[in-house]
């Protein structure tokens, strides 16, 4: 079994961190890879508080896993720590979540 490392790459048109805060900023066409999770996210603005180990994903949220599990919201938000997350929908519509049911539960460390 391959160890995780945490690394994650962020794409994006811009990029801001503020190490008074602890806040990284991108904007514009994020995307974030996270290989050791098999995750891919797309969204137009992502924030890392890293005092707070919270990822926010702001804009034509679109997170897919290499297991077929998938989400789509206007906002997300991933609590780094508890390893769980919270989609939010634009005003007037809902949250899209697909799962894989065929996959094999996740084991310790996975996403949920």
Known sequence: MTPT???????????????????VTAIGNVRILYPDRKVVATARQAQYFSREGRVVLSGDV?????????????????????????????????????YNLDAPPPSSGEPR
């Open 5 to 23: 490392t945490g690394l994650v790459t962020i794409e994006s048109d811009r990029q801001i961190a503020d190490n008074s805060t602890g806040v």
């Open 62 to 98: 679109d997170v897919v896993q290499a297991d077929g599990h998938s989400v789509r919201a206007e906002q997300l938000v991933y609590l780094v720590d508890l390893e769980r997350i919270e989609a939010v929908p634009a005003p007037g519509e809902q949250v899209f979540a697909q």
